[in-house]
C-alpha cells in the first residue's frame, strides 16, 4: 500500500503542478513528512546505542507488522524528503518564490508547499466526480484531494469481508495484503501462499523502506569526503584582479580548494545539506546551476538555454560534470573541491603563472 500510495501522490504531482497558480504560504511548511530520516537513522543502524527520543520518533511513524515480523515497518509517508531540489522549478516561479529560496529548498518543502495550494478551477474541472463533486473540490487544498483520491481508491480495491476475516487470523493487515498484491496480483492468490513465503515477502518491503529513509540522511558517508589527502604542495590562488581568494592544496598535479571560497570567487552562491553530504551551487552567468552529492559521488551541470519555452519560461539543458572525487575531500571543517572542474563549469577560466607560482582565476568582464 505505501509504495501504491507513493505512486499514486508521485504521479498526480507530475501531471498537475503546472495548474497551481495560487498565492504562495509560508516558505517550508512543514506537514508532510514531519520526521527527518537523520532522526530516526540512529534507532535504523544501532537500536542498542541509540537514543529514546530516535527510538520515540521511530515508533511514533510505525506502522503495524504482520506474522511477528521484528523489523521496523516505517510509514515512509511522515519521512521528510532531505533530497535537494536540482535548481529553480517554475511551479515554485509561479507562486512567488526567489531563486535563493528555491537554492535552500528540498523535496519535502516542495512537497509541503505543492500539498497547501487551493485547488485551481482547473483541477477542479478535472477531478470533479460522482464522490468527490466541485462544490467539495472547492473547500480542498491539493494535498487533501491527494488524500481523498487515494482513500476512494483503496476502498474501491478492499479485500471481500471473508477474505479479511482469513488475513486477520493469519496476522496479515489489510495495509500489507494490498502491497502483497503488488506481486501476486489478487487478494486469493496472497491468501494461496504459506506464511513462510509472505514473510520472506513483507520482510523485503520492510526493508526496502528503511533503505529508502537511510538514502535520505546517506548513512554511511562514502570514504573519499571523509579525511584529507596526502598533499604535495600549496599554490595561491587569486583573481585576475590581483585579490588573494585562498591557499589551493596540490594533490598529483589536480588543485583543490575549499568549497565556499572556490564558488563565492567564481560569483556563484552555494548551499550545504550537511544531512545528504550535497552541494548546489547557482551563478547567474547565464544562470548555471552545478549540484554535486559527494555521497553519491554524482555531479551535475544545468545551464538555461537561450530560448523561452512556449509559456515564456527558462528552459534548462543538464549534463553530467566531469568530477574526479577522489579530489573531494573535508579538511578541518572545509569541504575542498577540484579547482579547475568547478571553474570552468561556471565559465571561468583557470591559468597557471610560473614564474610567481601561483593559480589565477579569469573573471568575465561584468
Partial sequence: MLLTKSLARLTLLICLLGLLLCAAPAYAVDEYGKVYPQEIAPALTDPATASAESKALLQSIALPASLGITIPHIDTSKVHDTIPLNGPNPDLRKLGYTEAQMLNMDYGDFRNIMDQQPLSENQIKLYASEKLPAEKLRQMTYGEYIEAYIKISEEANLPTPEQQAQFAARNITLQDAKRLCKDFHQYETVLAQDDALLKEYLEGYYQFDIDFVLSRCQIPVKATVATAPKTSATYPVYTNEG?????????????????????????????????????????????????????????????????????????YQTSQLDLDFNYCFMENGSTYLPLRAIAEALAVDVQWNEAEKKVILQLPQK
Avoid at 591557499?247 to 552555494?270: I, Q, S
Avoid at 545539506?273 to 551541470?301: F, P, Y
Fill in 243 to 315: 585579490q588573494k581568494i585562498a591557499d589551493g592544496k596540490v594533490l598529483n598535479g589536480v588543485t583543490c580548494l575549499p568549497m565556499r571560497d572556490l564558488f563565492e570567487a567564481c560569483g556563484a552562491t552555494v548551499n550545504w545539506h550537511a544531512g545528504t553530504k550535497s552541494i548546489q551551487a547557482h551563478t547567474e552567468r547565464r544562470d548555471r546551476w552545478v549540484n554535486i552529492s559527494l555521497a553519491q559521488q554524482t555531479a551535475e551541470l544545468r545551464v538555461e538555454l537561450p530560448e523561452p519555452d512556449t509559456e515564456g519560461y527558462s528552459q
